[in-house]
């Protein structure tokens, strides 16, 4: 079953229950982001004045945070130093922490997170890249994550900004580089996106095959093959969510027609 998370930019811990208060039944896992102001321009609670100080209380245990018994807590942390929170975080109630690639201490943050991947209370990590970024900006980070965060705008920290179309080259590439951290980017409704995106960057196949000499036929061929491909690679992702007859259905469209292109192609 697909799955939304709502994200929260709170800007004080009253704005963060009246948040929480709003989508309590209608959400499990919910997103708070943590801005310092420092890695981007934007500053949520706690780094407002007197946030320090209630996040504190949280941590020492002298208050809960805000619906706990209602929700498992996602913090994407938009922060400078995200190794020097990650404990702290922990202490708070993170089911799972992002930490951004661009941040400076993005490698310190993570490892600070390796020990508490397993055992009987694990946090998963995640790891956080920019619209902009490419497959390889992982490498530094391989086997510290356990998924990736497409971001989808250009202003990090902000809500309401537009949507950034550069996200889709990315997701459509990462689905081919590292199709294992598919998962996490956006369930259902991510699944379908990237077939979209693989989808729109094969149809290029055609006309760049028809301009590089090749018969419409075999080009054709080509187009269709690719998109076989690319619906295989997140065959095996979307598999969980719609089940094994509905998968292979998906599946066999783009395979079959491909089978009749390539043997066209054969005749051209």
């Known amino acids: 079953m697909a799955e939304i998370i709502p994200a929260i930019l709170p800007s004080s811990l ?5 948040h929480l208060g709003r989508i309590r039944g209608a959400a499990r896992l919910v ?23 209630e996040f504190d209380a949280i941590v020492a245990e002298e208050e809960g945070f805000p619906y706990w018994e209602d929700f498992d807590f996602q ?5 400078a130093r995200p190794a020097d929170e990650v404990r702290a ?15 400076a201490g ?7 997170l390796q020990m508490l991947r397993d055992g009987d209370y694990p946090v998963s990590a995640g790891i956080a890249l920019s619209a902009t970024a490419v497959p390889a900006d992982l490498t530094p980070f391989v086997g510290l994550y356990d998924f990736v965060q497409v971001m989808g705008i250009d202003r990090e920290g902000f809500q309401g900004e537009p949507f950034d ?20 980017l956006g369930g259902f409704a991510g699944h379908a996106l990237i077939l979209v995106v693989a989808g729109a960057l094969t149809g290029r ?4 095959g028809v301009a590089a000499g090749l018969t419409p036929a075999r080009a054709y061929a080509l187009d269709l093959a690719g998109a076989a491909v690319a619906a295989a690679v997140v065959g095996s992702h979307l598999l969980p969510l719609w089940g ?10 783009p395979s079959i027609a491909a089978a009749v292109a390539c043997a066209l192609a054969r005749r051209a």
């Not at 993005?106 to 600070?112: D, N, P, S, T, V």
């Not at 196949?205 to 760049?208: I, P």
């Not at 094994?244 to 469209?253: F, G, H, R, V």
């Open 14 to 18: 009253p704005d963060l229950r009246d």
């Open 31 to 53: 997103q708070i982001d943590f801005v310092d102001g420092i890695f981007a321009k934007n500053r949520t609670w706690p780094y407002t004045e007197g946030g320090r100080k």
């Open 75 to 79: 913090f994407d942390l938009m922060v």
């Open 89 to 103: 975080l922990i202490a708070a109630g993170a089911s799972s922490i992002i930490i951004h690639a661009l941040s």
């Open 106 to 112: 993005a490698l310190e943050g993570l490892r600070e």
């Open 165 to 184: 179309e550069k996200a889709l080259a990315l997701v459509a590439a990462l689905c081919l580089a590292a199709p294992w951290a598919l998962p996490a």
């Open 205 to 208: 196949a055609y006309a760049a």
């Open 244 to 253: 094994q007859a509905w998968t292979c259905a998906a599946l066999a469209i």
